[in-house]
């Protein structure tokens, strides 16, 4: 039996005709109201002018979608590396967990004047900004489903000398697999942010950037243009998340036990 047959789906006909509906109250306003076009363009025009410079919209999304896997990809591996070290050693435990906790609620943006002082303005700040977004989501989320599996399990491994690497790997990893692709989905949305507010201080290329320069210069149809590739992108990346979380849980018999 197939993954598809295992674990259906999301239905896309309905989100399909909300964004059906939205243009169309976009196009219906542009009309009715006879809005200037530097106030809201149609979406006839904002897609006049992404055929206009497919290359202008392209080379932009490469940008944007680089340095949103990079790194993203820094803060996963760093997040979930510390999530275990976290969950196997009490001190560090006892130590960082409160601070990981804490730091959930401190605005990142704060952190990008830091971050230009002692990295200056070149294209790392902005992979360490957006590591740094996608790290706390990551770590919270991975070390609460390595702590799920109850004590009954850890004692039916105990009782088999199952040993800490296999317990890991066939008790704990299993249960924290929903909640650490809980986090990646998370941290997927908050790296697309965090890409745009970088090229907004230290890039001159990306989407973000395209929309600043967009912005100073009123071309509210480039603007809008560069937010619906952007939109795409971010959808795009998620889409590709959830995609692997569907084959890895049904790899891991989530979908079983689910049924069950």
Known sequence: MSVAERVPAPSLTLPGAALLTAVACWWAATVTFALPAYVLPSPVAVAARLLDSPGLYATN?????????????????????LAVLVVHVPVARRA????????RVLPKIAVAPVLLIYLGTGATTGLVFVALVTFFPMVVSTVAGLERPPATHHDLFDSV???????????????????????LKQATTLA????????????????????LF??????????????VVLFA????????????ERHVLWAYGHARRSRA
């Open 61 to 81: 999304a490469l940008a944007t979608a680089r340095r949103v896997l990079l790194g993203g990809s820094v803060g996963v591996l760093v997040g979930a590396s």
């Open 96 to 103: 960082l967990v409160p601070y990981l906790v804490a730091a």
């Open 161 to 183: 000398d199952a040993g800490p690497l296999r317990t890991f790997l066939h008790l704990r990893v299993p249960h924290a697999l929903p909640d650490a692709f809980a986090g």
């Open 192 to 211: 697309v942010v965090g890409s745009v507010v970088a090229e907004w201080v230290v890039s001159t290329e990306g989407l973000g950037a395209l929309i």
């Open 214 to 227: 967009a912005l100073e210069d009123v071309q509210t149809d480039v603007l809008l243009a560069a937010l």
């Open 233 to 244: 992108l971010g959808l795009a990346l998620y889409g590709l998340v959830a995609l692997l």
